[in-house]
């Protein structure tokens, strides 16, 4: 059963980091490329950032700069490293692999909050 579990999100002002990390079983995980999804209240589910088996990275145009994703697949974790966040930067996270599994893979994601 795949499996993905996010945590490190928190409140934090703007101009403040915060680590996340994604924990994955139930797969191969080292054989997929994964992303780091955001969901805003009201948005649509976008892809923030990527990296591929091979540790090639895709940032979005908004965040480029800013979070820089990395893997450990000996862990079978994935992070994303987030600085001088912004308000815009408030959603839900999530990860997954990219494309996403089909199917309802899910996790409850880690809830960001950039605020004063």
């Known amino acids: 059963q795949v499996q993905f579990v996010e945590s490190g999100g928190g409140l934090v002002q703007p101009g403040g980091s915060l680590r996340l990390s994604c924990a994955a079983s139930?797969?191969?995980?080292?054989?997929?490329?994964m992303g780091w999804y955001r969901q805003a209240p009201g948005k649509e589910r976008e892809l923030v950032a990527a990296?591929?088996?091979?540790?090639?990275?895709f940032y979005a145009d908004s965040v480029k700069g800013r979070f820089t994703i990395s893997r450990d697949n000996a862990k079978n974790t994935m992070y994303l490293q987030m600085i001088s966040l912004k308000p815009e930067d408030t959603a839900v996270y999530y990860c997954?692999?990219?494309?996403?599994?089909?199917?309802?893979?899910w996790g409850q994601g880690t809830r960001v909050t950039v605020s004063e």
């Open positions: 997954n692999a990219k494309p996403p599994f089909l199917g309802n893979y």
């Open positions: 139930g797969t191969r995980f080292s054989i997929y490329a």
């Open positions: 990296i591929t088996n091979g540790g090639g990275t």
